[in-house]
């Protein structure tokens, strides 16, 4: 298969001081760009030059979603604070001035959700291991440092605060050595979880650096990468000079007997149309390596039934195999991209209803929330009561996963923290001090 236009280019980054001018492509006046910098002083912005010229419908824009997922939009924030950055900008404020009143707005943000700096922190010894999480006992999740970025940056990203130059919120190591010394102390691991950023945007060296030493162990079933690197620079496994050393990579740890999980993030089926995604896709199958899929629901982006049905047939054609549907967390601009569990919900089951069951490996809408993905199974009325079904895929207790547990139906509620339980006085999550709830 000939290779088309974009396959054959170099990557090319587009930061913040090119926004203005690839905003000048769509339909927006003075004002509504200005308004977007503004946003941009507080949340990352990165795009690429396969993004802009291949994804995006420029026409379309601002309403195109692929626009959507990865430009900041005016109204993103609340409208005191975007005035207030948009003043500062059209009067040519200095940039220490800027950067605080942009560091006020982000730290009412929440930028780390889910206790995710201090509960899940693992330990040798006293001393707490930077640039790890251990959550769920089989699972660890490692950020490599020279993995902490992204061939883009999605709009809505959860992991946003890692990104901003806020340096005491950025958690990565490059200690290889501290991860296995870690993991030989907890044989209870059997899964490591590469994570960012993304992995994918380190060359094959440096990638190798950290997954060579994780094949000695014996206890771990699995390595996954966590990437966006298919649907934003599919290139990487097709025509960077790397490529075929990293595909070799790929193919050592399925020699080793593990089981290589690429953990794909799809947001909109439009980042599955191009060629180079289909030839990508087929490169890493054959190195034996597993694609799984997962992507968030984000109103304006992906909130409808059809989105869903669609992506996860073309997956499917594509030999990958869905996985979660995340709802939106509770971080950053979560006002803006939220949408309601209980529409959450009758999203995911038009969809799921639409496509075959092979495609019915995908599970949610599910919340990652502090005691563990909580997935909505449903809205039922029983004993005169609407309440939300739902059950923890994965919890800090395994001994709460899979059992059904209640919540008082909300139309408004978009987090788990705005669900109060049904038929009991507490979450079984929760401690059992009544007054004690816990807060997500
Ligand atoms: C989602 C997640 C995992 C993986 O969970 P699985 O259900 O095994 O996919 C591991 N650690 C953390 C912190 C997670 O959020």
Redesign the pocket.
Known sequence: MTLKHSGSRGFRAYTSKHLDDLLKRADLDDVERLRIRAVATVLPFRTNAYVVDELIDWPSAPDDPIFRLVFPQADMLPADDVNRLADLLRLGAANSEINAVAHDVRMRLNPHPAGQLSL?LPRIGHEPVPGM?H??P??V?FFPKQGQTCHAYCTYCFRWAQFVGEPDLKMASDNVDQLVSYLRAHPEVT?V?LTGGDPMIMGEPVLRRYVEPLLELEQLESIRIGTKSLGYWPQRYVTDPDADDTLRLFEQVVGAGKNLAFMAHFSHPKEMEAPVVETAVRRILDTGAVIRTQAPLIRSINDAPGTWARMWKRQLALGMVP??MFVERDTGPQDYFAVPLGRAYEIFRDAYSQVSGLCRTVRGPSM?ATPG?VCVDGVAEIAGQRVFVLHL??ARDPALVGRPFFARYDPKATWLTDLRPAFADRFPFEPAVPTARLSA
């Open positions: 899940n999480q959550k769920y089989e699972t999740l899964s979880l996985y979660y990652s993905k895929i994965q």
